[in-house]
């Protein structure tokens, strides 16, 4: 019969796991809640993180966590790039061609992966991959667990900005109602700006932490970028508490799935739940109903 | 008794916007509805059309209890609402806006495209069949509201601020329509600020103020009534006192 | 209406009847490989003009119908393989009530709501149905995926050697999407559709009852495209998860609908007749030694098309088209 170990070994990894979650959601969350474009590129801006991480491993010998320092304004660049390029165009558009520019741009990048790095796995290796660290019967990996805290301290550093800086509360403001936000001195191209490469960035640090238990593949974003989707949703589109606290709850029903179901059907049950909360509860569990 | 309404309350956050009001419609006539901004008269055609649910109350139409209804479920049992601000089907013509109300009972599309022909004519849109809504003058735009609300077949039809902006010339053609429509068997609430309108189109006049029913009765005896003048004048003295 | 009894002189009627007989004698002299390009033309146009009834007319954007088109497949498939079920039924029939009761399901999930919860609902569910069919390898034989055995040509299990029947079947297919369309876009439905698009809280108040008006069309989005996976199942010969239940293959056919023009009925049709040779030929060319290139030029021609011409090319062309008409000789309609 089922061990409590195993169930809390399980519980464990869905939290670790679901931290990371959190940390990618709340990166389309702030793109979405800023600049109201869903951003079907951002499983991207993670794989760009990874690769670049990679590369930096491969050649320079960087361990991840510093490389950190590197991608995290890497790929805020690249953010504010692809927003000066493509979606300041589209700021005012109709869904419809928000949401097929960020498709459009998935592909153009996922291919571009494909072509240029091939369809191959890459990992990076690092000293304290094998290490591991035993707690309560369970046994947790080093990796995972730096990820973890990475996760969780980048999402504290992400909310204190967003409450107490002016410019996290001018993101605030432009993402309550961006006319208002005008007349009140924001410059709201900047703060879509900011808030692209923002949330880029985040997505391209968590893509820097996870490397060392995880490997680069040109697909690995859209793996992610559904289960993301499932966090936001749940959470309620736009809501960056909701993301905090939706990423445990599918990492750890990611991880039940996987224990009770079989390997890879996390997604099916982050679906399924998805499914739930859209039928019952539509602006989300913590949304604030934004129909 | 065609629409009845008994202790209906709404409240949206801080605001009280509909407070205990009772109220009834009697099949036939035209009931005016006035009051000053932000008394409630457009939530109130909110809740009955079934855009807002209330909080407590009930709203019975023909006897059947359509409190929480859709908006398109009232729309069938017979109650059609203008808006305030017209929503036209901006980008498709006249003729289709109106045969879009017409469907409703009917999806043969011959058939409800000679209906709809009908009723431009009886609006007075004659001519303007193939026009886009968006390229309407502002009057044309509300006679197309009223259209598409009378392809509705409506047993009640509920106008909302159809005169506003209007000039007295084109004010009184809406009178007449208004007339017309109620010759044809149709019960109307109509809610105006246009005083000399409301006031030659309504039988009985029901008045509005803070979401609660201040005054009700004929046209004459509205007018001169204490609290009515107090909430319309207070709107002013209030205005102009810069409060 | 086009009144085929009346007025052969019409340029109205002769020309696109002079294109359907070209269309018709083509395999008498074209190549094979010709013949298999203009196959899956007639599928892929099929397929995209039934995106366009849920993706152009209900504004409701899928990016998961490919969920709809594997199940059609694999019903096909699975059913002929296991039980020797001829693929009508195993296909069209289960298959076709598998992708519904989807379309269903996410239609309830998603349709009261307003904002991108459709389009982000059904590329989950694209991405779940290939993981699901992926991982259950004991009943769909997973990533090696499933070849439908050769039983010889029959019309029962829907199996040629030649390529000249599936022909004249995926033109009739074809013939009859539009033809579905069409109706769809005179109908009350289409009517409601666009009045939806247009403004939904207007529709309501006359009426229109947005949830099942969307949902309608969703399902018979999914009803379509499932058939069209049969048809390809039975085709190709071959199926498997990560080709039939492909993002790649949503977005392809959104991609033929937008660049042809959403929202008509022969946009698709267009896009299918531009994309579809171009993607041949690049495959062709490129190949296996740069893979993914072709989706790379979709993704820049998505891109481009939304931002520089969003209504496709069907306004241009339509335009160039009745230009044509007048230049042609013959007894014209009265103008």
Redesign the interface.
């Known amino acids: 019969m089922l061990k409590y170990d195993i169930l809390l070994q399980a519980l464990v990894s869905g939290i670790l796991m679901g931290a990371v979650y959190s940390l990618v959601s709340i990166g389309l969350t702030i793109i979405y809640g800023v600049v109201r474009i869903?951003n079907?590129a951002h499983g991207e801006f993670l794989m760009i993180g990874m690769y670049a991480t990679y590369f930096l491993w491969a050649y320079f010998g960087i361990d991840p966590l510093v490389a950190m320092i590197i991608n995290g304004p890497l790929l805020y660049v690249i953010g504010i790039l692809i927003y000066k390029s493509?979606f300041r165009?589209?700021v005012l558009a109709s869904?419809?061609?928000k949401?097929?520019?960020t498709?459009?741009?998935?592909?153009?990048?996922?291919?571009?992966a494909?072509?240029l790095f091939t369809?191959n796995y890459w990992s990076v290796r690092t000293f304290y991959e094998k290490m591991v660290i035993n707690l309560w019967g369970i046994s947790i990996s080093y990796p995972r667990f730096i990820a973890f805290c990475g996760a969780v301290i980048l999402s504290l550093l992400i909310s204190l900005f967003l409450l107490k800086t002016d410019l996290g509360k001018a993101m605030r403001a432009v993402a309550q109602n961006w006319e208002v936000a005008m007349l009140m001195g924001i410059n709201p191209d900047r703060i879509f700006m900011v808030a692209v490469g923002l949330g880029s960035a985040v997505a391209g640090v968590t893509g820097t932490i996870i490397m060392p238990y995880f490997y680069v593949f040109?697909m690995v974003g859209?793996?992610f970028v559904?289960m993301c989707?499932?966090v936001v949703?749940s959470a309620g589109?736009g809501s960056i508490k909701g993301a905090l606290f939706c990423g445990p709850i599918f990492g750890i029903a990611e991880s039940l799935g996987i224990l009770f179901v079989?390997?890879?059907?996390g997604?099916?049950v982050a679906?399924l739940i998805?499914?739930v909360v859209?039928?019952f509860r539509?602006s989300g569990l913590m949304g604030k109903g934004?129909? | 008794m065609l629409l009845e309404i008994k202790n209906l309350s709404k409240r949206f956050g801080g605001l009280q916007a509909i407070n205990d009001l009772t109220l009834q419609v009697q099949e036939g006539e035209i009931l005016g509805l006035i009051g000053p901004n932000g008394a409630g008269k457009t939530t109130l055609f909110n809740l009955i059309s079934g855009v807002f649910t209330p909080d407590t109350g009930e709203i019975r139409f023909k006897g059947e209890n359509i409190t929480r209804l859709k908006p398109y479920q009232i729309c069938k049992k017979g109650i059609c609402r203008t808006f305030q601000i017209a929503q036209p089907f901006r980008e498709m013509s006249v003729l289709k806006n109106i045969m879009m109300g017409a469907f409703v009972h009917s999806p043969e599309v011959n058939k409800v495209e000679k209906e709809a022909e009908e009723i431009l004519d009886f609006v007075g849109l004659e001519g303007k069949k193939e026009m886009l809504a968006k390229e309407l003058t502002t009057i044309d735009q509300r006679r197309l509201e009223v259209a598409r609300a009378l392809a509705t077949k409506p047993k009640l039809l509920l106008l909302d601020e159809t005169m506003a902006g209007l000039n007295p010339k084109e004010c009184d053609e809406a009178v007449l329509l208004i007339k017309k429509i109620r010759e044809k068997g149709v019960t109307l609430i109509v809610v105006e600020h246009v005083m000399r309108a409301i006031m030659s189109l309504s039988e009985r006049i029901i008045v509005l103020d803070y979401g609660a029913k201040i005054a009700e009765g004929e046209p004459e005896k509205i007018r001169n009534d204490e609290k009515v003048i107090r909430a319309y004048l207070g709107e002013e003295y209030r205005r102009a006192a810069g409060k | 209406m086009r009144n085929l009894l009346f007025n052969w002189r019409d340029p109205k009627i002769y020309l696109p009847l002079i294109l359907l007989i070209f269309l018709l004698i083509l395999p008498i002299f074209l190549p094979t490989y010709f013949l298999h390009i203009m196959v899956t033309i007639f599928v892929f146009a099929f397929l995209s003009v039934a995106w366009n009834i849920i993706g152009g007319y209900a504004g409701q954007l899928s990016l998961g119908n490919a969920a709809f088109f594997g199940l059609g497949a694999y019903g096909a498939v699975l059913f002929t393989h296991y039980f020797n079920i001829p693929p009508w039924i195993g296909g069209v029939i289960i298959g076709g009530a598998a992708a519904l009761f989807l379309s269903l399901l996410m239609g309830w999930a998603c349709f009261r709501l307003r904002g991108p919860y459709f389009a982000i609902s059904s590329l989950a569910i694209g991405e779940v149905m290939r993981l699901l069919f992926l991982h259950q390898r004991k009943i769909t034989f997973g990533a090696e995926g499933v070849t439908v055995p050769f039983k010889g040509d029959s019309l029962l299990y829907f199996q040629f050697s030649s390529k000249v029947p599936y022909y004249y079947i995926a033109l009739v297919m074809l013939l009859l999407g539009i033809y579905i369309c069409w109706k769809m876009e005179r109908s009350r439905l289409g009517y409601y559709l666009i009045a939806i698009n247009q403004n939904q809280d207007a529709a309501e108040a006359v009426g229109i009852n947005s949830v099942r008006t969307k949902q309608v069309a969703l399902s018979l989005s999914a009803l379509l495209t499932a058939m069209g996976g049969v048809f390809y199942a039975q085709y190709i010969f071959f199926i498997d998860p990560d080709f039939v239940f492909s993002l790649g293959l949503s977005i392809e056919f959104a991609l033929m609908a937008i660049v042809g023009g959403v929202g008509s009925v022969f946009g698709p049709v267009i896009g299918a007749f531009l994309l579809r040779p171009a993607m041949e030929i690049t495959n062709a060319l490129l190949g296996a030694t740069y893979m993914g290139v072709h989706l790379i030029v979709y993704g820049g021609l998505l891109i481009t098309v939304v931002l520089l011409k969003p209504e496709g090319l069907i306004g241009w062309l339509a335009r160039r088209y009745e230009t044509l008409l007048k230049l042609l000789p013959g007894l014209k309609e009265k103008e």
């Open positions: 869903v079907f493509l165009r589209v869904d419809f061609t949401i097929f520019l498709v459009g741009l998935s592909l153009v990048l996922q291919n571009l494909l072509l369809a040109p859209a793996a559904v989707f499932a949703i589109l079989g390997a890879d059907s997604l099916i679906f998805l499914l859209l039928i539509p934004k129909l």
